[in-house]
């Protein structure tokens, strides 16, 4: 069987020599190339054409952006962001490569965790994202996008049910590129609160919500244990942060650190079960591109509790995963592409408007 042929980019010495070893040392991975900087990664990605390349952010002549958005453009390359998010500023980088096609990020070694632990992980996250297949992701089809307007489709649902109250929405692996651009799509009066879990690891998780809240017209923030659930007119985007579940009991948002489900934490099932039980139809559930088959079970059980359901279609999916659980449990009303979900919800709200309407 071949190897997988792995381009590394990094322009610290020691850390480049780390992720050399610790990758030449699995008898799967063939490390063909190294970089020591932006421009030199790229030049060795169009000469080599390797199945993966693992990119440091803050690099001398191209950054690791940089990087990411050219590669995209014109030699879609799978990309495993390997950075040390010592600061706000590296960290938003990050969510930007991500939102340019840059598949999944990975910390570097600081040195105080098991050696054994990171290893493991940094070669089992470069084989996961070698699997993924990446398009060619001109950074400014988000920006064109985002100025068109969005009109809603009045036969994305049928009318009838409850009065719409509440978006949830889950997302995983492509998870950042896919919910940025669905919030740049709705208004920034959108009439209807939107609850988002996205299964990203720390330290990274903890900023972005910060950092979609600067990228999206409408607020974004974490959940505060206790806080009452918004009520309809209340345009807010509200994340669940890293390491907790974000449920709904009795009208308010509740965290908690109970056991992982999926080996996630927080988890898109734990909230959707929570919101067929404590609000059942007037829910609108959505399930975004994603690794494994976090959100399918409670998306499911969203529907049967009478709530709506979306799920994103394969096209559109970086890693069709979880949506495919989803639409092969019968959990989700609706397979629609990532550019249609923003319309779709758009309609969902304007069903309130016509509700209230004399």
């Not at 940094?122 to 969005?150: E, F, N, Q």
């Not at 990203?200 to 910060?210: E, S, V």
């Not at 099932?269 to 690794?291: H, I």
Request: hydrophobic share 45%; charged share 20%; with cysteine.
């Amino acid at each position: 069987m071949a190897k997988l042929r792995v381009l590394v980019v990094e322009d610290s010495l020691t850390v480049r020599k780390r992720l050399v070893d610790v990758l030449a040392a699995d008898p799967e991975i063939d490390v063909v190339g190294e970089a020591a900087d932006g421009k030199q990664g790229v030049e060795l990605c169009l000469k080599l054409r390797p199945d993966v390349m693992t990119v440091d952010m803050m690099m001398p002549s191209m950054s690791g952006l940089a990087v990411t958005e050219y590669l995209m453009a014109y030699c879609p390359t799978p990309i495993l962001i390997v950075s040390a998010s010592l600061n706000r500023g590296e960290v938003y980088k990050t969510f930007e490569a991500l939102a340019a096609g840059a598949v999944d990020v990975l910390e570097k070694p600081l040195g105080d965790e098991s050696d054994a632990s990171w290893e493991r992980r940094l070669a089992s996250t470069v084989k996961l994202v070698s699997r993924i297949k990446v398009i060619t992701h001109p950074r400014a089809r988000l920006s064109l996008w985002a100025k068109s307007s969005t009109t809603p489709s009045p036969e994305a649902f049928s009318a009838g049910r409850s009065k719409p109250s509440l978006v949830a929405i889950g997302a995983s692996t492509g998870g950042p590129q896919a919910i940025l651009e669905i919030l740049r799509a709705l208004p920034a009066d959108y009439p209807l609160p939107i609850l988002f879990v996205l299964h990203i690891g720390q330290p990274f998780g903890t900023c972005f919500a910060d950092w979609l809240d600067g990228q999206s017209p409408l607020r974004v923030a974490h959940a505060v244990d206790g806080e009452p659930l918004p009520e309809p007119g209340t345009p807010r985007v509200i994340m669940a942060p890293p390491d907790y579940h974000l449920v709904v009991r009795a009208g308010r948002l509740r965290l908690n650190t109970d056991p992982e489900r999926h080996s996630c934490r927080p988890s898109i099932d734990v909230l959707l079960e929570s919101l067929a039980r404590d609000r059942g139809a007037g829910t609108l559930g959505c399930l975004l591109t994603g690794m494994g088959k976090d959100g399918a079970a409670g998306l499911l059980e969203l529907r049967r509790a009478g709530g709506r359901t979306i799920a994103q279609d394969e096209a559109s999916s970086v890693v069709y995963g979880i949506p495919r659980e989803a639409a092969a449990l019968g959990a989700a009303e609706r397979v629609l592409p990532l550019e249609q979900i923003a319309p779709a919800l758009l309609a969902f709200a304007q069903q309130r408007a016509h509700a209230e309407a004399p």
